[in-house]
């Protein structure tokens, strides 16, 4: 079991870039979850992907943040136009089907740093 | 304001000592999880609770769901420097499945 990965770990870019992030869930999960970690405060959920389909969206994924997962597997987020706020930890965490309060396992997270 | 509220935001005790975490909602919550997190680290899965009034232990760990399921409380015996860490909470409400909540945790540091 090779847990979830995330990559980079680590990405410093200037305001204005666009960047992306990836993850590489748990090989037999079928629930795949995005959230954003400020320093101080718990995850806020992003997104989540059931297979290859986004069921649910926050309000706080913005029209700069996209997120994908073509082929059920691997997921992408991208965030354009980067800003100052956009600093933060980004989580990804996986599970099975959570009709039976299947645990999510998280990834190490990719931290982002605006200058 | 958060749908799960953590409380203390902060504990620093010494080796030894006793310490419970609080995690409380308006809101019912089909299950509850509680995980701990290191810095530069994603939070680990310590318990899943699913029904009211049901306690859980892990060695010196002990987890309690609410009769209501709204709240859940993590004790924690003779704290050890190991146990220092972020301490969350996380909820999946009762009609919103697949949707995970987290309290803003409670950072622990616990001193030789």
């Known amino acids: 079991d090779t847990g979830v990965s995330q990559n980079p770990r680590h990405k410093i870019t200037k305001r204005g870039q666009n960047v992306t992030f990836r993850c590489d869930p748990i090989s037999e999960h079928n629930r795949l979850y995005w959230y954003r970690q400020t320093l101080g405060q718990g995850p806020e959920f992003l997104t989540y992907f059931q297979n290859e389909a986004q069921l649910e969206k926050s309000r706080l994924l913005s029209d700069r943040f996209s997120a994908e997962r073509p082929k059920g597997s691997f997921s992408t987020l991208e965030i354009q136009r980067t800003e100052q706020g956009d600093s933060a930890m980004y989580l990804c965490?996986?599970?099975?089907?959570?009709?039976?309060?299947?645990?999510?396992?998280f990834g190490d997270g990719t931290r982002l740093s605006i200058l | 304001t958060q749908l799960l509220e953590q409380s203390p935001q902060f504990l620093s005790i010494q080796e030894g000592e006793n310490l419970t975490v609080y995690c409380n909602s308006s809101s019912v919550f089909s299950s509850l999880q509680w995980y701990r997190q290191e810095p530069g680290e994603g939070p680990v899965l310590l318990v899943t609770v699913v029904t009211g009034g049901e306690v859980k232990k892990l060695k010196r760990l002990t987890f309690q769901f609410g009769d209501a399921r709204k709240d859940s409380s993590l004790h924690i015996t003779a704290a050890q420097p190991g146990d220092t860490g972020l301490y969350l909470c996380?909820?999946?409400?009762?009609?919103?499945?697949?949707?995970?909540?987290f309290g803003s945790g409670t950072k622990l540091n616990v001193k030789p």
């Open positions: 996380a909820g999946e409400l009762e009609y919103n499945f697949n949707k995970f909540y």
């Open positions: 965490a996986s599970s099975l089907d959570n009709r039976d309060n299947q645990p999510q396992h």
